[in-house]
T-cell receptor, first 113, second 114 residues
């Protein structure tokens, strides 16, 4: 199973872009990169996912390097409500073509006024 | 209008008791999951059901028994509760248990065993 490495914590000023890095150097060709966040003991919230190309939605942008060994989640204008633990996950696809999300420790993002 | 709802939100019970947590999703998803988040905040998958069929069982003790009466419901029954079962349990669902689809999580059930 491909694993991910994230910094344990980061700070960001309110209104600025938050760039959260993730390393996944052992990722396989058919594994997607997912990002979730968990705000203070709420259920994890899906943010975005991608395979090869960069992706953007109303919440964030996902930049995946060409070799797919790392990615960056970008919150373009961070607000205090974006303070959360952010998880970068590589989706495992097993022999039965069933996948499961394996959560690591994530990055605690603190957005400061 | 909650997409994935769990009941109860809080559950305090004594060791040795049997308890159930219910989960329902109104998203029309085929696959449902149970995750456990312990005091160290690690989220671990416990079970996965696809259209009422068990597809993932992550070496969870036999005291935990999931039941899926239909694809919109996945309940978790726990027998002979132990102190170590204290955690937050999250239910989730996805359109299919394959890469390319996001999960929707419920708000969690905080179980405290005393």
């Amino acid at each position: 199973d491909a694993k991910t490495t994230q910094p344990p914590s980061m700070d960001c000023a309110e209104g600025r872009a938050a760039n959260l890095p993730c390393n996944h150097s052992t990722i396989s060709g058919n594994e997607y990169v997912y990002w979730y966040r968990q705000i203070h003991s709420q259920g994890p919230q899906y943010i975005i996912h991608g395979l090869k190309n960069n992706e953007t939605n109303e919440m964030a942008s996902l930049i995946i390097t060409e070799d797919r060994k790392s990615s960056t989640l970008i919150l373009p204008h961070a607000t205090l409500r974006d303070t959360a633990v952010y998880y970068c996950i590589v989706r495992v696809v097993g022999s039965s073509n069933t996948g499961k999300l394996i959560f690591g420790q994530g990055t605690t993002l603190q957005v400061k006024p | 209008d909650t997409a994935v709802s769990q009941t109860p939100k809080y559950l305090v019970t004594q060791m040795g008791n049997d308890k159930s947590i219910k989960c329902e999703q109104n998203l029309g998803h085929d696959t449902m999951y149970w995750y456990k988040q312990d005091s160290k905040k690690f989220l671990k998958i416990m079970f996965s059901y696809n259209n009422k069929e068990l597809i993932i069982n992550e070496t969870v003790p036999n005291r935990f028994s999931p039941k899926s009466p239909d694809k919109a419901h996945l309940n978790l029954h726990i027998n002979s509760l132990e102190l170590g079962d204290s955690a937050v349990y999250f239910c989730a669902s996805s359109p299919r248990d394959r890469a390319g689809y996001g999960y929707t999580f419920g708000s969690g059930t905080r179980l405290t065993v005393v």
